[in-house]
């Protein structure tokens, strides 16, 4: 039996793809913040016998939770086959946030997070016949990138440009574990979905909400449709440490975004953000 973990596996893009692989007879653990989302998720997981699912409520901007859902995870499960990392929650709009440990909001959550797992599941990944890290996000969007001088935006703040960081830090996260692991036999996936009507306008404010809402309705693929491709490439990961995907087309790991000095620059710098 497969073992799947899932951040943000109880919405979304992150959600298909637990139910997938439970049909599949997977053992998967859905991580959410919410426990009525995990709960629905369990409930629906019931009619589904060839599988076995189990949920974490983890708040995953606290890079400590962080900490203590990888030891967990990786005391539990010492063999993972996958780990799929979809957890975000946008905050374009509205003033700066930060979490209890004093690190901005989008750097916390779709960054420190995916950072923390990634390197901390690494042992129980390394068990596994065929692993695979996909961390899902906008690789190839030519938008965002590090401010190096202030990475937690103390100075000018804008959820945009926060939220664009967090995407171009998980760029480099990949490149990263990649030159870090090359030889663990890990395939870590940088993938961008395309849109996709998931829940996660649910979280912005109006009128943003409408606005994604109505270009959902027009552009956006369906779960069902944008979790395909998804699990093709899991099944089915490339031999090399590190890939970036938009959909089904690879893309050239050239320029600023997937720069090698740029993400161990970074990897060095994360290091000495987080307690150990
Ligand atoms: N949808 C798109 O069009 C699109 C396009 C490009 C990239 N992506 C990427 O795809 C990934 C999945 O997006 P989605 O659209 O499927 O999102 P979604 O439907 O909004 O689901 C987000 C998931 O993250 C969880 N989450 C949010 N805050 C959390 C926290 N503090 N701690 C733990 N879990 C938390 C949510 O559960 P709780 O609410 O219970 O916390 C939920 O399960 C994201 O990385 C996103 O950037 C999506």
């Known amino acids: 039996m497969q073992t799947v973990i899932i951040t943000g596996g109880t919405d ?59 030891e967990r995870l990786a005391q539990d499960h010492p063999v993972v086959d996958k780990l799929i990392l979809c957890a975000q929650r946008y905050r374009l709009l509205g003033d700066r946030a930060t979490t209890p440990e004093g690190f901005e909001h989008s750097f916390a959550l779709a960054y420190l997070s995916r950072f923390v797992l990634s390197h901390g599941l690494h042992d129980a990944l390394r068990a596994a016949r065929r692993p695979v ?3 899902v ?14 990475p937690q935006l103390t100075r000018a703040y804008s959820g945009t440009k926060a939220t664009l960081q967090s995407f171009r830090a998980n760029d480099l996260l990949g490149v990263a574990f990649g030159v870090l692991h090359a030889d663990s036999g890990i395939s870590y996936i940088g993938y961008n979905p395309g849109v996709v009507s998931t829940g996660m306008p649910q979280s912005l404010p109006q009128p943003l909400r409408a606005a994604t809402k109505a270009l959902f309705a027009m552009f ?7 979790t395909a491709p998804m699990t093709a490439l899991l099944d089915d990961p490339p031999a090399e440490p590190f890939t970036a995907y938009w959909q089904k087309r690879r893309l050239p790991l050239n320029g ?21």
């Open 12 to 70: 979304g893009l992150g959600k298909g793809l637990a139910l997938h692989y439970l049909r599949q007879g997977a053992h998967v653990i859905a991580v959410g913040s919410t426990a009525a989302k995990g709960q629905a998720l369990l409930t629906e997981a019931d009619t589904i016998p060839a599988g076995r699912a189990g949920f974490i409520r983890s708040d995953l901007t606290s890079v400590t939770a962080s900490q203590e859902l990888a």
């Open 133 to 135: 890290i996909m961390n």
């Open 137 to 150: 996000g906008t690789p190839g969007v030519p938008l965002g990138r590090i401010h190096w001088d202030d």
């Open 220 to 226: 956006a693929a369906s779960v069902p449709k944008a």
């Open 256 to 276: 600023r975004a997937f720069d090698r000095q740029d993400a161990l620059r970074l990897h060095h710098l994360t290091r000495e953000l987080i307690p150990h």
